[in-house]
């Protein structure tokens, strides 16, 4: 079995899978027809596909307010919103909902079907779909899921409408977030705070750069856990009670607002020393530095040369208007004259520190006799402590609003969903997200065939790094493996028998092994090689005995091969050529 067969079978194999991936870039790609996803109506509080373009200014409604509190030029929400397809169409009649303008305010919403209220304990599930296709400068991509009561007058949603939980995209230069923001109303003082969750460690950048379309999922349990995905793969995990800054439940203890410090308390460590007096020869009028008076300037010294000179290679630009620029003048260089000189230019005598300077008197300072130590306020129980079960006491919520400001425009939302059932999520994912993505790697393959299987498998290890270690074990390993095997070994040739018929073939050089008795040969060699210095008998001798053991040789070997002689008494040189016959 020729043992170099399974690496010619991987090549095979790698070859056909390139010529393969080849062979789909040249297909045509083909969008495909849209089909709107099936959802029991009875599960989902908002669903928008935005099939129907007339729902902009239907179900979707502009806002028509003016943020508070800024220039009169800023304060309208006047970007543009439409319901369209995107710039790549690889699902015929897929629309979304499409920001139209860049550095402009914009805000939209919807009504739910129905409130949903956190006190029924059911799962809160949103989803929807994010694609920045030219991008994302400094903009956002987030929702606000306004609170129970905004749904009655949406057109004037804005940014001080209150929410309930804001959650999405959003990026402004190199910082990238996805926001889980919960607001959630103390019950005890009726004050509401904003809740972060924190960002995931792997950082989320590429969502906004890769013009792909992204699925931003967002789960809240009555558990009080939480679970943020973007494409079905979680990013941030925790409970609302635990990770969550800053935290919803209230310390028990606080510091005493009206406690105050009492006005006896001395809190000074150290003082200034009363009886410490200023030194009679403290001299505060000495400078801290002199004139050396015992310098002297050197022999080498330029004064005639300036240390700065106009450069004269320097050339006055074509388009320079003195009218518009100002008198032109040419950039200064450090002058070639002084570099191997002490100096250029005027010399003063340098200065150098003054010893009799001592600087301005300051009385020393002791330890306070008095001090009582850091005043802090007593600690009292906190008046405003509960115990949150912060799921079933968020407020209901009623309404989608889109709020946002951003330089980049041709952002795509699409595919809503509000529903309490996770499983309802996922099938409608499905149905829209999970088509739509495989539609887009297709039109990819088709309009960049250079990007392959290994791009794939080298963007699938940015959202999951341990992809590495299964690629080595799965790939380099077992190739390196087979690498040893069939080329780590080296094999003994074996001798063919060849016929009278055969093709001449050139000899084969082969080691014979030491064996007892070539101690006499190499003594013969070594007599060769004395011959050189020896005297002519001595040669002669040597001729006659080399001459003499080659004649023997010849007879014992006629004697071996000689089987019918029958001759039972083997010389030692028979021994040795029918050992080496043996080898």
Known sequence: MNLRQPLWLLAFIAVSCVFANDEDAEKEFVPLKFASPKVASKDIYLAEDFADQSVLGKKWLKSTAKKEGVEEAISKYDGEWAVGAPQKVVIEGDNGLVVKSKAKHHAIASKFVKPFYFSENKPLVVQYEVKYQEGQECGGGYLKLLSLGAEKSIESFNDKTPYTIMFGPDKCGASAKVHLIVRFTNPINKTTYEHHAAQPTGGVSKYFDDHATHLYTLVIRHDETFTVSVDNYAIMSGSLLSNLEPAITPPKQI?????????????????????????EDWDESQPKEVVDESATKPDDWLEEESELIPDPEAKKPEDWDNEMDGEWEAAVISNPKCESRSGCGPWKKPMISNPLYKGKWKPRKIKNPDYKGKWEPRIIENPHYFEPQPFSQLEPISAVGIELWTMSNGIVFDNLLVTDKEEVATHFSHQTFDVKVAQEKAYESYSNPSKGIF?????????????????????????????????????????????????????????????????????????????????????????????????????????????????????????????????
């Open 255 to 279: 510091a005493d607002p009206t406690d105050s410090k009492p006005s006896d308390w001395d809190d000074r460590e150290m003082i200034v020393d009363s009886e410490d007096k200023k030194p």
């Open 455 to 583: 791009s794939d498998l080298v963007e699938a290890t940015e959202e999951r790094p341990w992809l590495w270690a299964v690629y080595v074990l799965v790939i380099l390993i077992p190739v390196i493996g087979l690498s040893i095997f069939c080329f780590g070994r080296k094999s003994t040739p074996v001798p063919a028998d060849y016929k009278k018929t055969d093709e001449p073939q050139e000899d084969v050089e082969e080691e014979i092994p030491r064996l007892v008795g070539d101690d006499d040969e190499e003594e013969v060699a070594d007599q060769e090689a004395a011959g050189d210095t020896g005297s002519s008998r001595n040669s002669q001798e040597e001729f006659e005995h080399v001459s003499k053991v080659a004649t023997d040789s010849a007879e014992d070997e006629g004697n071996v091969s000689d089987k019918s002689s029958g001759s039972t008494t083997k010389s030692p040189s028979q021994r040795r050529v029918r050992q080496r016959r043996a080898d």
